[in-house]
């Protein structure tokens, strides 16, 4: 049992340190009880949970954080909505190609057009198809979880395991993610590096498919949609049931491909200038930044993973020879991407940044 003395120093230390928050007359400029009490709160707080790491950005993330969980659990879960109604979509515009537009080209086209429709539509419908299949259910590549000799450059703070190079982090797959470009929900899997070739290839093809359809449907769709009109007059025109759903399918036809067409070829030609640039999508964010950092400090950024131009397109495809531009461009090919994703070779020139 603790004697009267420790309960008396105990008091008089409680009395000292409450009299030194306690203002003193004479003293103006003594701060007030609250004002300490809010300044020795702020200083605990700050020892709990702040570092030098700490910013605005940091905190805005940590407040949002519950917004970022709702938003990847619903990309999860609609991602397989997506991709039924990507498959649902196109379907529908085959069919009404196969039913409605092909009976009149052939019906009113020479015969070096019909081969020529035949020939494109299918193949680029052929391409389409198979560069979508592959960019959802090939799997785009994940980070070794165990310990190897592989060189990494970060860790991550979700999986608390060594990260490669040009290796980020999806919250909705919960994985890294091996070259990482983005989370598709269309595709309902993460663009990485094995499937981002399949992924650009069917946002190319489909791009293409949409202004193929919009251009060769565009006089159908001026007919069908003056028929339409012209129902409204008084008396209106004896067109069959059959004829009034076929110039409803054509005006559909063409607002959807030309709609597609205009955002998907948007999205596909910023794509393309990543890759010119030997970017990805997380990258490009990164890259702008270090590049502002740097130019303050009077020096230039070089992209380390920047091949050039033309070979960046090569090594995005694969092409080895001349061959494999007909092979593995124009035609479908699973084959491997260029390189693991855990190791990258560097251009010909100094990849590090340098003083101008």
Not at 110 to 128: D, E, F, K, T
Not at 329 to 350: E, N
């Amino acid at each position: 049992m603790r004697s009267w003395r420790w309960f008396l120093s105990r008091v008089m230390r409680l009395f000292l340190r409450w009299f030194r928050l306690c203002p003193q007359r004479g003293r103006r400029k003594r701060p007030s009880r609250l004002r300490d009490l809010w300044n020795y709160g702020t200083v605990l707080l700050k020892s709990l949970y702040y570092n030098v790491l700490t910013n605005s950005d940091t905190a805005l993330d940590c407040v949002f954080e519950p917004i970022y969980w709702l938003v990847d659990n619903m990309t999860r879960w609609f991602g397989v909505v997506f991709v039924s109604l990507v498959i649902a979509l196109t379907s529908s515009v085959v069919i009404i190609v196969y039913l409605c537009v092909l009976p009149i080209i052939f019906s009113t086209y020479p015969v070096l057009w019909i081969l020529w429709h035949l020939c494109y539509g299918h193949w680029n419908l052929l391409m389409l198809v198979y560069h979508y299949y592959k960019a959802t259910t090939t799997c785009p590549g994940f980070s070794p979880q165990e310990k190897s000799d592989i060189p990494t450059v970060t860790i991550c703070k979700k999986c608390i395991v060594p990260k490669p190079a040009r290796t980020h982090h999806c919250s909705i797959c919960n994985r890294c993610i091996l070259k990482m470009d983005h989370h598709c929900p269309w595709l309902n899997n993460c663009v990485g590096q094995f499937n981002h070739r399949y992924f650009f290839s069917f946002c190319l093809f489909m791009t293409m498919a949409c202004i193929y359809c919009s251009i060769s449907a565009k006089d159908m769709f001026l007919d069908a949609y003056s028929a339409i009109e012209s129902s409204y007059q008084t008396p209106p025109p004896a067109f069959t049931r059959q004829e009034r759903m076929v110039h409803k399918s054509l005006v559909y036809l063409w607002v959807l491909t030309s709609s597609v067409a205009v955002a998907l070829g948007g999205l596909t030609l910023w794509h393309a200038i990543l890759i010119t640039r030997g970017e990805t999508s997380v990258e490009r964010h990164i890259n702008h930044k270090e590049r502002r950092r740097l130019r303050l400090k009077g020096k230039v950024f070089r992209n380390p993973y920047h091949h050039g131009k033309i070979n960046n397109w090569k090594i995005f495809f694969g092409v080895e020879k001349q061959s494999d531009w007909l092979t593995r461009v124009l035609l479908p090919s699973s084959h491997l991407p260029h390189g693991d994703g855990l190791t990258w070779d560097g251009p010909a020139h100094k990849s590090n940044t340098m003083a101008i």
